[in-house]
């Protein structure tokens, strides 16, 4: 192996010799490079140049791994943050959705509060105060069904309900208020009575009759209402009459066979009469109805009656004379008065006639101003 070529050490010369000659193709050993400062300089920069290369190399090796490591972390961190946000998301809408509905209920229990609150203070006035609003309107009731319909029975009990009331209170100043009920109890039972119902009742009794009563125009009329014969007449020709003593058992055996033989005259009397009658009539026109035109006359009759009725109830004194007599003109005009129906239906009618509709009613303003007046002091 060629040696390296040295080169010469110009130290160890002294100074003005000639070099020797030098042989140029010859190589440099290793020894002499390593002799060399700047080449030992320049390796030990490379080594150390490629030692911190290796090094760099692998500490940015491990930092990307790091790196990659935390960012796959990072990853599932943001993974997991997105879903915890979207779950909060969800859970502030179900708060908010709650905090509404909470919202309203609140407001409905402050409005229930209220209404409880004004339900309390309406509750808590003065009692005398809720026993005054209750009598007026008691009153008012009763002063109206009064006038309208003449109940007098009604505004009686009213006043009476009213002062019963009044009396259970210790309040003085209601002595005033009971002596002005007192006076409209007393101008009340002053009144004269009318049986309201029961003239009503025995109009509606003959409107009832109206349809059984004989006409002028029917081809059979009937036998006129018979008078009344004494108890002991009809009961000794019917054969029931007491045993006589028996001093007079013949005279009552005579007296019973005149009594049958008089019965059997009568009826055979009766009997010849109905083979011909001869009857004077006072209006002729009556004879003269037609069956079409009976039913209208007595539905007309019917309706008289009931516009009687209802003037009796309105407390009409004009209108209910008006259509009685109108009822009664006709009964006498149409309808065959010698029957019993016809008589007991004009005997119903004169009854109701006899009756004094036209009572003026007195008013409860009496009574109303009291209250109205101790209901307006402060």
Same mark, same amino acid.
């Given at each position: 192996?060629?040696?390296?070529?040295?080169?010469?050490?110009?130290?160890?010369?002294?100074?003005?010799?000639?070099?020797?000659?030098?042989?140029?193709?010859?190589?440099?050993?290793?020894?002499?490079?390593?002799?060399?400062?700047?080449?030992?300089?320049?390796?030990?920069?490379?080594?150390?140049?490629?030692?911190?290369?290796?090094?760099?190399?692998?500490?940015?090796?491990?930092?990307?791994?790091? !790196?990659?490591?935390?960012?796959?972390?990072?990853? !599932?961190?943001?993974?997991?943050?997105?879903?915890?946000?979207?779950?909060?998301?969800?859970?502030?809408?179900?708060?908010?959705?709650?905090?509404?509905?909470?919202?309203?209920?609140?407001?409905?229990?402050?409005?229930?509060?209220?209404?409880?609150?004004?339900?309390?203070?309406?509750?808590?006035?003065?009692?005398?105060?809720?026993?005054?609003?209750?009598?007026?309107?008691?009153?008012?009731?009763?002063?109206?069904?009064?006038?309208?319909?003449?109940?007098?029975?009604?505004?009686?009990?009213?006043?009476?309900?009213?002062?019963?009331?009044?009396?259970?209170?210790?309040?003085?100043?209601?002595?005033?208020?009971?002596?002005?009920?007192?006076?409209?109890?007393?101008?009340?039972?002053?009144?004269?009575?009318?049986?309201?119902?029961?003239?009503?009742?025995?109009?509606?009794?003959?409107?009832?009759?109206?349809?059984?009563?004989?006409?002028?125009?029917?081809?059979?009329?009937?036998?006129?209402?018979?008078?009344?014969?004494?108890?002991?007449?009809?009961?000794?020709?019917?054969?029931?009459?007491?045993?006589?003593? !028996?001093?007079?058992?013949?005279?009552?055996?005579?007296?019973?066979?005149?009594?049958?033989?008089?019965?059997?005259? =009568?009826?055979?009397?009766?009997?010849?009469?109905?083979?011909?009658?001869?009857?004077?009539?006072?209006?002729?026109?009556?004879?003269?109805? =037609?069956?079409?035109?009976?039913?209208?006359?007595?539905?007309?009759?019917?309706?008289?009656?009931?516009?009687?009725?209802?003037?009796?109830?309105?407390?009409?004194?004009?209108?209910?004379?008006?259509?009685?007599?109108?009822?009664?003109?006709?009964?006498?005009?149409?309808?065959?008065?010698?029957?019993?129906?016809?008589?007991?239906?004009?005997?119903?009618?004169?009854? !109701?006639?006899?009756?004094?509709?036209?009572?003026?009613?007195?008013?409860?303003?009496?009574?109303?101003?009291?209250?109205?007046?101790?209901?307006?002091?402060?």
């Amino acid at each position: 192996m060629n040696d390296l070529p040295t080169l010469p050490d110009h130290n160890s010369k002294p100074a003005g010799t000639a070099p020797p000659y030098v042989n140029a193709a010859a190589p440099a050993t290793m020894t002499d490079i390593l002799q060399r400062p700047m080449t030992v300089a320049v390796i030990v920069i490379a080594l150390l140049l490629a030692a911190h290369a290796w090094s760099t190399r692998n500490s940015l090796q491990k930092l990307r791994i790091e !790196v990659a490591n935390r960012l796959q972390k990072a990853e !599932v961190v943001n993974t997991e943050t997105a879903a915890t946000m979207r779950s909060v998301q969800d859970l502030t809408r179900d708060l908010q959705a709650k905090l509404t509905v909470l919202d309203n209920r609140q407001l409905e229990a402050q409005s229930q509060q209220l209404a409880l609150e004004q339900l309390y203070q309406d509750l808590s006035k003065n009692r005398d105060e809720w026993a005054l609003a209750e009598i007026e309107q008691v009153l008012a009731t009763a002063s109206q069904q009064l006038q309208l319909a003449g109940n007098v029975r009604g505004a009686l009990i009213a006043l009476q309900n009213a002062d019963r009331s009044l009396s259970r209170s210790d309040t003085p100043q209601f002595i005033t208020i009971r002596r002005a009920i007192a006076r409209d109890i007393e101008k009340l039972q002053a009144l004269p009575a009318l049986d309201l119902v029961g003239v009503a009742l025995r109009i509606d009794n003959a409107i009832a009759q109206v349809d059984t009563l004989p006409l002028l125009s029917d081809e059979k009329p009937v036998l006129p209402a018979r008078p009344q014969r004494a108890r002991g007449t009809d009961a000794i020709a019917k054969g029931t009459a007491p045993a006589a003593p !028996v001093v007079a058992v013949n005279e009552g055996y005579m007296a019973r066979a005149r009594a049958t033989w008089n019965a059997w005259i =009568s009826e055979l009397w009766d009997e010849l009469r109905q083979l011909i009658r001869v009857r004077k009539v006072d209006t002729p026109e009556a004879l003269m109805i =037609s069956p079409e035109q009976t039913y209208f006359l007595r539905e007309n009759l019917k309706l008289r009656l009931l516009n009687a009725r209802l003037a009796l109830l309105s407390r009409n004194e004009a209108a209910f004379r008006a259509d009685l007599e109108s009822a009664q003109l006709a009964l006498t005009r149409y309808f065959d008065t010698r029957a019993a129906h016809t008589q007991s239906v004009q005997a119903l009618l004169r009854q !109701v006639q006899a009756n004094n509709v036209a009572i003026e009613m007195p008013s409860l303003a009496d009574s109303l101003n009291a209250v109205r007046n101790y209901k307006s002091k402060p």
